[in-house]
């Protein structure tokens, strides 16, 4: 097993008599399931349906205070703690920016040897691994306690890379982005299920009338790589934009129907020049394919 903790990592804590309820009515995902040792990955969106920020919920223990921890984005931490006290209004909610004293630990390759207070698997995706939520400080020793080696953040970036999960600011730009254009809807962070929440209405008419014409796609690169944000062109057309990219892998925001297209055409993609290619081009073509819309 290996283990990195995630500079570019935040903790959010809400809490109080009213959290779940009032966090469950404003982010993407059911907080039903979520207690000590379980997660669920969701995302605060704006009411046109763009991600404000997205993040992984899981419960204090009654030990370490209780709440609910949103493991985020530290660029949007304080951003998000502020959106959260906007909706607050009368409920019985505290909501705090724990950043400067809690932080996350990013777990993969194998089992936890012992269960730590503030860790859960990893919803997205389970090859993801575990998220332990420790002071900085406190990383190394839980790191030892769970029998894993050390490793540095960019080994977990090229592992995250490889799992396809992709990472707000560099994959998809946030204030910008609709959840089905990160995979979220693919990464269990959208509950289609569940009563109204903020954007909800934006987001289920893309998932009812599959209009989703965007979508992140995992490609090979030759290295060196070009850089984040490097325009993707197949035969005359812009088609996209690589996000991040570590060991021969990235992540690449494309539009599938162009994307489909040069597949089609035998067009090859490039990037400043340099070649790539998607990693499962069978399964763009078929999102490439226009759903059919569904009766009015």
């Avoid at 959106?83 to 089992?111: C, F, H, I």
């Avoid at 570590?246 to 340099?274: C, I, M, S, T, Y």
């Amino acid at each position: 097993m290996q283990a990195a903790f995630l500079p570019d990592r935040g903790v959010i804590k809400v809490s109080g008599e009213d959290a779940r309820k009032f966090l469950d009515n404003l982010v993407t995902s059911s907080l039903a399931p979520v207690r000590p040792g379980v997660g669920r990955f969701g995302a605060l969106l704006t009411p046109q349906g763009k991600i404000i920020a997205d993040f992984l919920i899981t419960e204090a223990p009654a030990g370490h205070g209780g709440g609910l921890l949103l493991d985020c984005p530290r660029e949007r931490a304080e951003i998000l703690a502020t959106r959260l006290n906007v909706y607050k209004l009368r409920a019985k909610v505290s909501v705090e920016n724990l950043s400067d004293g809690l932080g996350v630990l990013a777990a993969w390759g194998g089992e936890p040897a012992t269960a730590l207070d503030l860790a859960f698997p990893d919803p997205r995706d389970g090859a993801l691994g575990w998220r332990i939520l420790v002071p900085q400080a406190l990383a190394p020793q839980a790191c030892a306690l769970i029998g894993a080696d050390w490793r540095e953040p960019s080994d977990y970036e090229a592992h995250r890379i490889a799992c396809g999960a992709p990472r707000g600011g560099v994959d998809f730009a946030y204030d910008d982005a609709f959840p089905h254009e990160s995979n979220m809807d693919r990464l269990h962070g959208v509950d289609f299920d569940k009563g109204c929440y903020v954007g909800q209405e934006v987001v289920s008419r893309m998932q009812h009338r599959g209009t989703a014409r965007t979508r992140i796609v995992t490609v090979e690169v030759d290295e060196p790589a070009p850089a984040a944000g490097a325009a993707i062109v197949a035969g005359d057309k812009t088609i996209g934009t690589l996000g991040s990219s570590a060991r021969g892998l990235g992540l690449a925001l494309v539009r599938v129907d162009r994307a489909g297209d040069a597949l089609e055409a035998g067009d090859p993609w490039l990037a400043d020049g340099r070649p790539l290619r998607p990693t499962a081009p069978d399964a763009l073509r078929a999102a490439a394919v226009p759903h059919p819309k569904a009766p009015a």
